[in-house]
């Protein structure tokens, strides 16, 4: 996932799983239930994040 963000030049990495649970993985890896994603839930992916 490091090196994904690196090569990419990604701000943030979003992990969806089959779980129920939201959790930070790293600074810049969040892992987020995939039912959010099937409520299009977008803000719950992909909260606006505050430049360091």
Known sequence: MQIA???????????LY????????????TVVPLAAAAEDRAKTLFPKRRKH
């Not at 990419?8 to 992990?15: G, I, P, S, T």
């Not at 129920?20 to 600074?27: A, F, N, Q």
Request: a positive charge.
């Open 18 to 29: 089959p779980g129920t649970r939201r959790y930070v993985l790293s600074d810049r890896v």
């Open 5 to 15: 963000l690196r090569d990419l030049k990604l701000e943030h990495l979003v992990v």
